[in-house]
Nanobody, 127 residues
């Protein structure tokens, strides 16, 4: 069975850095989309960063460009978050799709297009 396990969330001061990690098991995801979503209180879940497959296209939300970096190796995906702001405070979720991404190399940007999810990890940024 497929399982995604997240780690790295916590409390950080504005301007600081946090690295999230997500280890997938149960199958290989090298040819499939993996990414990070976040959901703040009272807001919709939004895509932060994603890769269509291990060597494929990378996507970043406009609000995090230049500050966040997504990377993948084997079945693990990371999100390096630098220059954090209070508005980055949210629950962050790792997600993966069962639809192959290498064939089209097109980024899926909505939550309904992903099939597997981590449990979520809280990131709180204070000033």
């Amino acid at each position: 069975q497929v399982q995604l396990v997240e780690s790295g969330g916590g409390l950080v001061q504005a301007g600081g850095s946090v690295r999230l990690s997500c280890a997938a098991s149960g199958r290989s995801f090298s040819g499939y989309p993996m990414g990070w979503f976040r959901q703040a209180p009272g807001k919709e879940r939004e895509l932060v960063a994603a890769k269509t497959w291990s060597g494929g296209r990378t996507y970043y939300a406009e609000s995090v460009k230049g500050r966040f970096t997504i990377s993948r190796e084997s079945n693990t995906v990371y999100l390096q978050m630098n220059m954090l702001k209070p508005e980055d405070t949210a629950v962050y979720y790792c997600a993966a799709s069962q639809v192959e991404g290498w064939r089209t190399d097109i980024v899926s940007t909505t939550a309904r297009e992903y099939d597997y999810w981590g449990q979520g990890t809280q990131v709180t940024v204070f000033s």
